[in-house]
């Protein structure tokens, strides 16, 4: 696990160092973030919002390094999740822990560098559903007038969110292909180790299970939320015996939001066809910042 601390190490330091660099820098009006009004400064302390993004304005360079450490970050906690769920049989706990995390890492970015999804470079668009846009929203109509959230449940079946336009394939690379490249250092297998190769050099295909014959691929898709919090989580199932996993040549993944991608075999790679998503991430969507 040494591998993972090293990664949120290393988000962490850049963090820091980008804000003392911002402190003692000039900002746009030609005042640093130190000579700022103390009476603005006054006002955040006594309103609890100690966002550093009230003082500081990051440059774009800044905000380049703040969201490659926030992708790595995420990555390694993905990843972390994954072990400790395989290692204990059921990931419920650590699934929490995770996402909590993660959560904690997107506000921190979006607070310093103001930004927000639609805003996101390569962020997808079309009819590429942001599921957990869809879940903040849920959350948003069931909130009542003193602030509680009422719950709720919502079930849907055979959903797939599958990148197909340039701009979401590229996203994909940025942010699930970094992922499995973590993924592979960390495993250590031959399979794995080929599916890194693949991400670094572009040679991933990207298919969508319902194009893929005698497939037979289902998933449930399940919103759940309430005052404690919200998440979302699913099943999925096809055809491990299905044409496509007998190709000598070919390794193929399934993941539970319906996409399918495949890479060619290192040579000498006997393993079977079929590759299970054991990768750090097995359902989610491409992560977008929140």
Known sequence: MSAIAAVNSSATSAVASLLSDAASAP???????????????????ASGNDSPATLVTLSDRAKAVLERNKVDQIAAERLAQQVASSKKGSGKAEAASSNAATGDASKLFDALAGSHASQAAGAA???????????????????????????????????????????????????DGRGLIAG????????????????????????????????????????????????????????????IFKDPTMNYRVYGNGTVISWKKPEGDATLGVVPATGPIFWDTPVRPN
Not at 188 to 200: F, L, S
Not at 205 to 211: G, L, R
């Open 184 to 243: 592979a250092q960390f495993f250590r297998e031959e399979a794995a180790t080929g599916i890194a190769q693949a991400v670094q050099n572009r040679e991933i295909t990207i298919q969508s299970a319902k194009d893929i014959p005698g497939l037979n691929f289902h998933n449930t898709m399940i919103f759940e939320g309430g005052e404690g919090g919200a998440s979302l989580n699913g099943t999925s199932s096809y055809n491990k015996d299905a044409d």
């Open 125 to 175: 668009s079309g009819n590429f559903r942001d599921l957990s846009a869809e879940l903040t929203a849920m959350v948003a109509a069931h909130k009542q007038a003193d602030g509680s959230v009422t719950s709720f449940t919502k079930t849907e079946s055979d959903v797939f969110v599958v990148p197909s336009t340039p701009e979401q394939i590229d996203y994909w690379y940025q942010m």
């Open 27 to 45: 900002s746009v009006g030609g005042s640093s973030a130190s000579s700022a009004p103390k009476s603005n400064q006054a006002a955040s302390s």
